[in-house]
Nanobody, 124 residues
Framework: QVQVVESGGDLVQAGGSLRLSCTAS????????MGWFRQAPGKEREGVSC???????YYADSVKGRFTISRDNAKNTLYLQMNSLKPEDTAMYYC??????????????????WGQGTQVTVSS
C-alpha cells in the first residue's frame, strides 16, 4: 500500500519558523506531483503549495514569500519550509501525492494519496 507520513508540526510563536517533512512509500516518487494542503477548524481544505516533476511550483497567495516547497527524490521526501509564521497559518497540514492524470493544479481533487496530517499551531 501507498503510505504518506508527515512530520514536523509544532507549536511556535508568531514570526517563527518550522520545517515540515513528508515521506512517501509504495510509489515511484518521481512520477508524482506532491503537495501540501491545510485545513483549519471550520474551513475548507486548501492547497498551500505543490511541486511537480518538472520543477514547477505553486504557492497560495497567503504564503508567497514565506513558505518554500522542495523535494528530495533520492529520499522520497517532500519538505515545506515555513518562515514568518502567522496565527492564521494554524491548521492541520497534510501531504499528498497527485494522481498521474492530474492536470497540474494544486487542488484537493487531483490528489490520490494522503497523509494523516501534522498540526501546526502559531501563537500570537
Amino acid at each position: 500500500q501507498v503510505q504518506v507520513v508527515e512530520s514536523g508540526g509544532d507549536l511556535v510563536q508568531a514570526g517563527g519558523s518550522l520545517r515540515l517533512s513528508c515521506t512517501a512509500s509504495g510509489l515511484t516518487f518521481t512520477d508524482y506531483g506532491m503537495g501540501w494542503f491545510r485545513q483549519a477548524p471550520g474551513k475548507e481544505r486548501e492547497g498551500v503549495s505543490c511541486i511537480w516533476s518538472g520543477g514547477s511550483t505553486y504557492y497560495a497567495d497567503s504564503v508567497k514569500g514565506r513558505f518554500t516547497i522542495s523535494r528530495d527524490n533520492a529520499k522520497n521526501t517532500l519538505y515545506l519550509q515555513m518562515n514568518s509564521l502567522k496565527p492564521e497559518d494554524t491548521a492541520m497540514y497534510y501531504c499528498a501525492a497527485e494522481a498521474p492524470y492530474g492536470l497540474g493544479f494544486c487542488i484537493q481533487n487531483e490528489y490520490n494519496y494522503w497523509g494523516q496530517g501534522t498540526q501546526v499551531t502559531v501563537s500570537s
